[in-house]
């Protein structure tokens, strides 16, 4: 099968998408579907899945559709997130700032299907009790380290991904120290722009932002 | 000043982003910047600032640059957040959810400056152990009601933007009976697609395409 070299950062997002709905056609034992009933099923734009899809070459077979755990499964290779595609190992993550919303991404279910492991959390306040409420479930007992302590762990767990939950002020400074220290990509919570090195990968969780698309069409309704 | 009558949903996006660099510029007490400067100063791509802008007419002024409160004023305006541009209120937002995400998000603070109140949130749980601790602290004093009051709530006080945060397995049932009650907008937070009337807007925050937009880039650099 042929495998693109390069994709669009829209088709990564929406290939994660797909693979969800080809797990959910998984459980339901249904062996292949074809790009108009995938679309049709999961609400997407069927143009755009054969689009998104057609870079898998020889994936649809003519008259059938495409069979789902062939598809599914080189999707997540695509994605960097079979074990094969990362060496062998899950990607190491670590949430920066463990209050509130930090504490609630370390319960994100999704963590532990996606060949992702948090393998520490970093805070201020080591005794914060929003992530002491977390640590007495032993399913989410994962170590608390004093910000002090960051750059030390990035570099002796080589740590590749962090999550940034801060508050605004230090955002900066903080995601600085994080890929000074070796992390390569960052998912930011935080509402601020963040300067880094061309080499980081950002990508930013903007509620502000995600709200105003929702005015924006609320108020051009009327 | 000429209005852009429809514009890209990428494009609201970052005029979002935009407003908010805009206020950080007028607490600096900057009045006036050049396309050049402000991408520059907040890393962005300087010619899509320009493009992006050049929706707005007039309002840079040759050889001195934009107007930072007049342009800060109109991007609110047509984002939908002044309150002159709805309806002289702040657009009323529900939780649905008030687990550990819902409480989270019940605290960030962009909701005060933003032109949005939240009215209310619904669990199944009232006595969920989560909210109770929030609402301990007065600041975050809002009602909760049980799922089942959750469309009397939505007619009764005419809610317009739902923030979806409950388990995957009830998310399409919820969303549908949020929307069936009047709510044309969602905010998604649950990692599924949902099926929702063409009228209802739903912008989905998902973390794990997020996290596969980094994974990809990590694994294609390698």
Redesign the interface.
Known sequence: MKTPK??S?LT??R???Y???LELLEKEKITTISSKEFAER???NSAQVRKDLAYFGEFGVRGIGYEVTLLKTEILR????LES??GGEP?KVMIVGAG??G???L??E?FKS???KIIAAIDVNTEASEYRLLSKDQKFAIPLYHVSEMEEVIRNQSV??GILAVPEEKAQEIARKMTDAGI????NFV?????LPD?V?V?H?????????????????E
Chains 1, 2 share one sequence.
Do not use: N
Request: aromatic share 16%.
């Open positions: 390069k994709i950062e990564v997002y290939l994660s998408i693979e969800r709905c999961f609400g997407l695509i994605l960097g997130v595609s990362s990607w509130k919303l504490s609630a991404i319960r994100y999704g996606y060949g992702f590749q991904i390569r990509a960052i998912l509402p601020v722009q963040l300067f080499y990968k990508r969780i903007d509620m502000a932002a995600e709200l105003h698309c929702l005015t924006y069409f609320l108020s051009s309704q």
